[in-house]
């Protein structure tokens, strides 16, 4: 992905640029390094710089499937960076900041906050961390969130954990969950679950179609699920003990 985008930086237009810049500077890849990398010779004696990628593990599920709580331990396990996007945006929420407001109505009513706003708080977090490898959890919700994250952060997951969960299931644990959270109740969890089928079961569909999606049944004791959730990041083990890995 870095490498095909910065190959194509002599023809791209300046607001390709701007955003190839963005990804760049995430990664720490400055425009310079990509044109002596892909255009002119490398100086002798210097190597190119290496492009790297950030690992990226995108986990879906419906609301109270236990994403957040198998997130708590694969982080544990595997030490990748978890970015919750419900959290950022309930963030947003109580630091009172311009969209806090209309994210707060947004999130009572189970409805998904516009792309660009979450995108946006995602590519923050993504771009001040000195981590390479991340869980972002409860994203992409819809298929505008999956596209504006490929055109915004310019990044594919590596790997896409669903959690398969029945409904009966997900609502009990939501309404046991005891959090104080504004949309954990009966009348928000039945319009989020009618969104979840509606809007996010598109972006499940895409990544079965891409091979990337693993699933796995949520029901059952906390460690009985994180023992199916091992053996998928296995494979990943030696990219994963890097701090950055190469494309
Ligand atoms: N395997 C499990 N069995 C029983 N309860 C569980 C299990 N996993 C998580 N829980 C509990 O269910 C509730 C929801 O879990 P969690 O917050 O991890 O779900 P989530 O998918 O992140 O939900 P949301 O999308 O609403 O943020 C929590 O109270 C959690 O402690
Ligand atoms: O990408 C996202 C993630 C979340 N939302 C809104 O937040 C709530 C809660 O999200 P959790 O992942 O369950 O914490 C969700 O129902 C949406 O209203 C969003 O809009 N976009
Ligand atoms: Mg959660």
Redesign the pocket.
């Known amino acids: 992905m870095w490498r095909r985008v910065a190959s194509l930086s002599r023809t791209i237009s300046s607001s390709s640029s701007r955003s190839l810049s963005r990804n760049q500077a995430a990664f720490g890849l400055s425009i310079r390094e990509s044109y002596a990398t892909e255009i002119s010779k490398p100086e002798e004696g210097v190597l190119p710089p290496k492009e790297k990628a950030p690992f990226i593990t995108f986990v879906l599920g419906g609301?109270g499937s236990g994403k957040g709580t198998q997130c708590e331990k694969i982080v544990e396990t595997f030490g990748l960076t978890h970015l919750?996007?419900?959290?950022l945006?309930r963030r947003e929420i109580a630091m009172h900041t311009k969209n806090g407001a209309m994210i707060l109505n947004?999130?009572k009513d189970?409805?998904?906050?516009p792309s660009e706003v979450?995108v946006k708080l995602l590519q923050k977090e993504l771009e001040s961390s000195n981590s390479s490898k991340f869980l972002i959890?409860?994203?992409?919700?819809t298929e505008e969130?999956r596209v504006a994250f490929e055109r915004i952060v310019g990044a594919d997951p590596d790997v896409v954990l669903f959690f398969d969960c029945p409904e009966e299931e997900m609502v009990k644990r939501v309404l046991n969950r005891n959090q104080g959270r504004v949309?954990d109740n009966i009348t928000t969890m039945k319009k989020?679950l009618k969104i979840f089928e509606a809007l996010n079961r598109p972006v499940i569909d895409y990544y079965k179609n891409k091979g990337k999606l693993y699933t796995i049944n949520a029901i059952g004791t906390v460690d009985d699920i994180f023992k199916q959730v091992l053996p998928i990041f296995t494979p990943f083990q030696e990219q994963l003990k890097q701090s950055r890995h190469a494309m």
Request: hydrophobic content about 35%; overall charge neutral.
């Open positions: 609301p919750s996007a419900g959290d945006l947004l999130i189970g409805k998904i906050v979450t959890d409860g994203f992409p919700r969130n949309d989020r």
